[in-house]
């Protein structure tokens, strides 16, 4: 066994001489370098885990040349023998870095992530957190060595008036490290404590009756999709994605009935949503008739794709709003058209669990031990809540002068 100071002048002399085999360090014990039938040469470090009793093992550092030279080998063995010495398996540490690097990289393992994500509204937010807030910040940062500071500047990269989109991505970030923990990727979050940011200040606008006049004439002018997507809005009062993303499928004309499965609902809660006379009227001016399709996107882009065009709808509407009544209404979103039937609701005289019921809200009546023991769908109220709400709508549309509706209700 050749044994000598690793250095160049000894490794080159090694070679030269034509030998192959270990040449083993003389000062530092177990460091050698292995020198192959055709000269090249990889430095090595030989030890055991547990004393003699245990088999002798042997770790690859690097070949010869660059990064690693005899005195960056040597560095390298000191620092393994310093791991064997406090009872660390320097191959498995190799593991472990090289997993880090590359498996639980942040990137790569939220990617991971939003695969394991159900539900269509809940994995979006996911994607467009990850890609505009997440990604940017930690990078390709291992998931175990992301610190609480790592965590803050996610959000102080965010602007102050985004308060209701940095608790999206703070329900993101903190639900995948909470994955992680479950997984045994990371022993613990660094968001353990952080402070959710502060709640936004809930909305309260809802549509006049006069000013749903003006929306049910003006929306039709607007787009072929858009049109009846805000007129089910109204007369539904389910979610913008719900009825966009809608499938014939879903859809039954002799039982006048919408049956909204779990994974396209934003609880993951099914829902059997009662038809109205205006709402049958609605599909069938879609379907150009009484016989619906039996499958497909009912409202389908000329490319196929589900409609996503909300803004230029929305601008389009408001706009032609504008020319009608001789000024644009008072600031209002799509999402408000539901606060607006469940207000409605209120003013008609329907029961707060059948309004729940209609919007599909898992709380209030139907959270805790009452939604575990209360098991009644409601169906025929809710059909007779929404055939309420179908005739106050009829009855908002007759010829009452919009302008002056407005002016007298406010």
């Not at 690097?101 to 994995?123: E, N, R, T």
């Not at 985004?162 to 479950?182: I, Y």
């Given at each position: 066994?050749?044994?000598?100071?690793?250095?160049?002048?000894?490794?080159?002399?090694?070679?030269?001489?034509?030998?192959?085999?270990?040449?083993?360090?003389?000062?530092?014990?177990?460091?050698?370098?292995?020198?192959?039938?055709?000269?090249?040469?990889?430095?090595?470090?030989?030890?055991?885990?547990?004393?003699?009793?245990?088999?002798?093992?042997?770790?690859?550092?690097?070949?010869?040349?660059?990064?690693?030279?005899?005195?960056?080998?040597?560095?390298?063995?000191?620092?393994?023998?310093?791991?064997?010495?406090?009872?660390?398996?320097?191959?498995?540490?190799?593991?472990?870095?090289?997993?880090?690097?590359?498996?639980?990289?942040?990137?790569?393992?939220?990617?991971?992530?939003?695969?394991?994500?159900?539900?269509?509204?809940?994995?979006?937010?996911?994607?467009?957190?990850?890609?505009?807030?997440?990604?940017?910040?930690?990078?390709?940062?291992?998931?175990?060595?992301?610190?609480?500071?790592?965590?803050?500047?996610?959000?102080?990269?965010?602007?102050?008036?985004?308060?209701?989109?940095?608790?999206?991505?703070?329900?993101?970030?903190?639900?995948?490290?909470?994955?992680?923990?479950?997984?045994?990727?990371?022993?613990?979050?660094?968001?353990?404590?952080?402070?959710?940011?502060?709640?936004?200040?809930?909305?309260?606008?809802?549509?006049?009756?006069?000013?749903?006049?003006?929306?049910?004439?003006?929306?039709?002018?607007?787009?072929?999709?858009?049109?009846?997507?805000?007129?089910?809005l109204i007369v539904t009062g389910q979610r913008r994605e719900e009825v966009t993303g809608l499938n014939w499928d879903e859809l039954e004309r002799e039982t006048r009935e919408w049956r909204l499965p779990s994974h396209r609902t934003k609880n993951g809660e099914p829902n059997t949503v009662p038809l109205n006379d205006l709402a049958i009227t609605e599909l069938d001016l879609v379907a150009k008739g009484e016989k619906w399709p039996k499958h497909g996107r009912?409202?389908?882009?000329?490319?196929?794709?589900?409609?996503?065009?909300?803004?230029?709808?929305?601008?389009?509407?408001?706009?032609?709003?504008?020319?009608?009544?001789?000024?644009?209404?008072?600031?209002?979103?799509?999402?408000?058209?539901?606060?607006?039937?469940?207000?409605?609701?209120?003013?008609?005289?329907?029961?707060?669990?059948?309004?729940?019921?209609?919007?599909?809200?898992?709380?209030?009546?139907?959270?805790?031990?009452?939604?575990?023991?209360?098991?009644?769908?409601?169906?025929?109220?809710?059909?007779?809540?929404?055939?309420?709400?179908?005739?106050?709508?009829?009855?908002?549309?007759?010829?009452?002068?919009?302008?002056?509706?407005?002016?007298?209700?406010?």
């Open positions: 066994m050749a044994t000598g100071r690793i250095s160049k002048r000894t490794l080159d002399a090694f070679q030269s001489s034509g030998m192959t085999g270990f040449l083993w360090d003389e000062d530092l014990k177990g460091f050698g370098v292995r020198v192959a039938a055709s000269g090249a040469a990889s430095y090595v470090v030989q030890f055991r885990m547990g004393g003699r009793e245990s088999p002798t093992r042997r770790y690859t550092i690097g070949a010869n040349g660059s990064p690693w030279t005899p005195a960056t080998a040597r560095e390298e063995a000191v620092r393994l023998l310093i791991l064997v010495a406090r009872g660390i398996d320097p191959m498995e540490e190799d593991k472990k870095r090289r997993r880090e690097a590359v498996d639980l990289a942040f990137s790569k393992y939220a990617d991971s992530f939003s695969v394991a994500c159900k539900g269509k509204g809940w994995k979006t937010l996911v994607n467009r957190s990850i890609r505009l807030h997440l990604k940017p910040v930690l990078g390709n940062k291992p998931l175990p060595t992301i610190t609480r500071s790592d965590v803050v500047a996610v959000f102080d990269r965010m602007p102050d008036e985004q308060t209701a989109n940095k608790r999206n991505v703070f329900a993101v970030l903190r639900r995948l490290f909470k994955w992680a923990v479950s997984r045994g990727d990371i022993v613990h979050s660094p968001m353990e404590g952080m402070e959710t940011p502060p709640p936004v200040k809930p909305r309260d606008r809802w549509l006049l009756d006069a000013e749903l006049k003006l929306i049910w004439e003006q929306v039709p002018n607007t787009h072929r999709c858009f049109g009846p997507i805000v007129r089910l009912v409202f389908p882009t000329s490319t196929g794709a589900g409609f996503t065009g909300y803004a230029k709808g929305k601008a389009k509407l408001d706009r032609l709003i504008g020319q009608s009544y001789g000024r644009p209404l008072p600031p209002w979103r799509l999402h408000d058209l539901r606060r607006t039937l469940a207000t409605g609701f209120q003013r008609l005289g329907v029961r707060f669990e059948v309004t729940e019921a209609v919007l599909n809200h898992v709380g209030g009546s139907r959270s805790g031990v009452a939604g575990i023991y209360q098991r009644h769908d409601w169906r025929e109220e809710k059909r007779q809540a929404l055939r309420v709400w179908n005739d106050h709508i009829v009855k908002i549309l007759g010829p009452v002068g919009a302008g002056t509706a407005i002016a007298d209700e406010r």
